[in-house]
């Protein structure tokens, strides 16, 4: 419409060849175009950053309060008279002092922190070592009285939940990663003949304007 308008609303061109006359309208057809896509460009991108803005901040404080939450342990156990909080090397200081038989003295938060140690180092790693399972078997059947054999089917159940949420987790962002290549094609094709349709218009509302 923006193409039409330009070509159509000009005033007529007087001692021009026919062919200068259309390359102008059509020229003037794609301005219009390229203006009315920055502007157009502009008001999605300030929508689309109030949008995003919002509701990253809510996934922020949604995520913070998670994090907090699950890595209380972590932190308190890794803090150290003239140590740091959240230790990297914890994990691997943990397999230095393990014993064979955990002790059923250690406190609920030294436990779960720990726990907590090794199913994260799993998941950096792709899966959790057989020696981490078997020691949080041991832990499991210390803390909560089951037999080793029922101990070890809860760890590798929990185990599995982990993987399968990290899993959907993966597939989501590639998902995300699809439909915004698919998106970026289809916007780009969008453009293009949104100009030659700017363009062809402008040349018929010239047309027009010279046989008025």
């Given at each position: 419409?923006?193409?039409?308008?330009?070509?159509?609303l000009r005033i007529k061109w007087v001692g021009l060849h026919t062919h200068e006359v259309f390359f102008r309208d059509?020229?003037?057809?794609f301005l219009t175009w390229a203006v009315a896509s920055v502007i157009g460009a502009t008001v999605l991108a300030s929508?689309?950053?109030?949008?995003?803005?919002?509701?990253?901040?809510?996934?922020?404080?949604?995520?913070?309060?998670?994090?907090?939450g699950a890595s209380q342990g972590v932190t308190q156990a890794a803090t150290r008279p003239g140590g740091s909080r959240?230790?990297?090397?914890?994990?691997?200081?943990?397999?230095?002092?393990?014993?064979?038989?955990?002790?059923?003295?250690?406190?609920?938060?030294?436990?779960?922190?720990?726990?907590?140690?090794?199913?994260?180092?799993?998941?950096?790693?792709?899966?959790?070592?057989?020696?981490?399972?078997?020691?949080?078997?041991?832990?499991?059947?210390?803390?909560?009285?089951?037999?080793?054999?029922?101990?070890?089917?809860?760890?590798?159940?929990?185990?599995?939940?982990?993987?399968?949420?990290?899993?959907?987790?993966?597939?989501?962002?590639?998902?995300?990663?699809?439909?915004?290549?698919?998106?970026?094609?289809?916007?780009?094709?969008?453009?293009?003949?949104?100009?030659?349709?700017?363009?062809?218009?402008?040349?018929?509302?010239?047309?027009?304007?010279?046989?008025?």
């Amino acid at each position: 419409m923006g193409g039409y308008l330009t070509g159509r609303l000009r005033i007529k061109w007087v001692g021009l060849h026919t062919h200068e006359v259309f390359f102008r309208d059509t020229a003037n057809g794609f301005l219009t175009w390229a203006v009315a896509s920055v502007i157009g460009a502009t008001v999605l991108a300030s929508a689309a950053s109030f949008m995003v803005g919002g509701a990253a901040t809510m996934v922020a404080g949604v995520a913070s309060g998670a994090a907090a939450g699950a890595s209380q342990g972590v932190t308190q156990a890794a803090t150290r008279p003239g140590g740091s909080r959240a230790d990297p090397t914890a994990y691997f200081v943990d397999t230095l002092y393990r014993t064979a038989h955990p002790s059923a003295n250690a406190t609920e938060d030294d436990v779960r922190a720990q726990s907590t140690r090794i199913l994260l180092n799993g998941m950096l790693n792709g899966d959790v070592a057989a020696p981490d399972k078997t020691y949080l078997a041991q832990l499991v059947a210390v803390r909560t009285g089951l037999p080793q054999a029922d101990a070890q089917k809860r760890v590798d159940e929990v185990i599995a939940q982990e993987d399968a949420a990290e899993a959907k987790v993966r597939q989501a962002a590639d998902d995300a990663r699809k439909a915004a290549s698919k998106l970026s094609i289809f916007t780009a094709l969008s453009m293009l003949i949104g100009a030659f349709i700017a363009c062809a218009a402008a040349a018929v509302g010239g047309q027009q304007r010279d046989v008025h």
